[in-house]
């Protein structure tokens, strides 16, 4: 069995076959874990894998466990929508929602796998072509950009929502009474004149995320003079400093052909979300649990490798639903037309608590015709 990359979704894969008892070889052109501002959440089914893999005691002692859920508030600050966490353990076993910070993440998948030794890690090994790698299945779990994908020859269906975004990770200074004000809620700011997300990720870390604007010089983001003024309704230099930052364009996205043979896709590799429901790396998480049960059973149990045709069956309508909905939430905080947004805010609709299950309903009320990028952003992408 060979992995083509070492990211979260890689990492997990290579942890759950190790545990089954396969022999894997994992490759990552890369030698360090990736080292800019990307995930910070996962729901309570995907701690439900890390136990799963053996690591949920670890990776809960690294992250943060939080029922504040997420606020969407508009320019005033109003508070438009709530997604309301769940208090104690959901049907999971574990908290619904948890926070953290990526490479630390990514460190205890890497040392999960050393406890394997059929599970041999080449890092810093490109693959340059599927046929250089010798092995019964190879699974692409190599991002955005994928060769394995190429190689399998997948459809790409585009969701809408093309959006360029700077994300920065603050570390604040806790002595500080703007920083120790932050809410420890996620907030949506759904402000025509600047979207923005804020999240807190654990203990001093700050996520902000901020949607660009026409006329931001993306290179200059984040010098000082342009950076602080975007957020200094609530912090300046003097209460954090900026760890490290990023510019995406936020992609929705689904491929069709997770499967040719041996080859096979997982992760970013078959779909990308815009991260407003914070569920990119969750849905590639859920693609390597679906797969690794699947492949122990073809190679150690026997069964049909025709049971292989069932992993995009199952995983592309989920992970559709939850790219549709992300979708549908950054039409709503991406909306950046002033009479459209107060048209939005007097929607009373908006104003009552929901779980996931009324999400579709909450945001049916945006326009139908709404592209979920602003026409400018399209034009740009
Ligand atoms: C700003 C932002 C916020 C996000 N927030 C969230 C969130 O809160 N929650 C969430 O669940 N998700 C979130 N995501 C999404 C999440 O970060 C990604 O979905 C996740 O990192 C994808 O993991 P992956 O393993 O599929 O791919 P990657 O992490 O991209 O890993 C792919 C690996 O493959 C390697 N590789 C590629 N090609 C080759 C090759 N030819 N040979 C060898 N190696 C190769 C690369 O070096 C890389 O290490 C966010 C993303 C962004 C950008």
Known sequence: MAIVGCGPVGALLANLLGQAGLAVDIYDREREIHPLPRAVHFDGEVMRIFQAAGLANQIAAATRASSKGMHFVNAEGRTLMVRRGVDGPGPHGW????????????????????????????????????????????????????????AIGSRQHDLGLHQPWLVVDLLCDLGSPRARALPDHTIQLCDPARPMTIVHVGGRRWRW???????????????????????????????????????????????????????????????????FLGQGMCAGLRDAA????????????????????????????????????????????????????????????????????????????????????????????
Not at 118 to 137: M, P
Not at 211 to 220: F, I, N
Not at 336 to 365: G, I, K, L
């Open 95 to 150: 908290a619904g929602n948890w926070y953290f910070h990526q490479p630390i993440l990514e460190e205890i998948l890497r040392t999960g796998m050393a406890r394997f030794p059929d599970v041999r890690v080449h890092l810093g090994h490109e693959i340059g072509s599927v046929d250089d790698v010798d092995a019964r299945y190879v699974v692409g779990c190599d991002g955005a950009r994928s060769l394995v994908r190429r």
């Open 209 to 275: 995320e901020i949607m660009l604007m026409p006329g931001d010089d993306q290179d200059r983001l984040t010098e000082p003079e342009i950076f602080w003024p975007m957020i200094a309704r609530r912090l300046g230099p003097e209460d954090a400093r900026i760890e490290r930052a990023a510019v995406y364009t936020f992609h929705s996205v689904v491929q069709e052909g997770w499967r040719k043979g041996r080859l096979l896709l997982a992760g970013d590799s078959c779909h990308q979300t815009p991260p």
């Open 290 to 381: 679906n797969l690794s049960w699947k492949l122990t059973a073809i190679v150690k149990g026997g069964a049909d490798d025709s049971l292989l045709d069932t992993y995009e069956s199952e995983r592309l309508p989920h992970v559709r639903a939850f790219i549709e909905l992300a979708v549908k939430l950054g039409a709503v905080l991406q909306e950046t037309d002033p009479a459209a947004a107060a048209t939005r805010d007097r929607h009373r609709q908006w104003e009552r608590s929901f779980r996931n299950r009324d999400y579709a309903t909450a945001v049916s009320w945006t326009r139908p015709s709404t592209s979920a990028s602003p026409s400018w952003a399209r034009r740009r992408c």
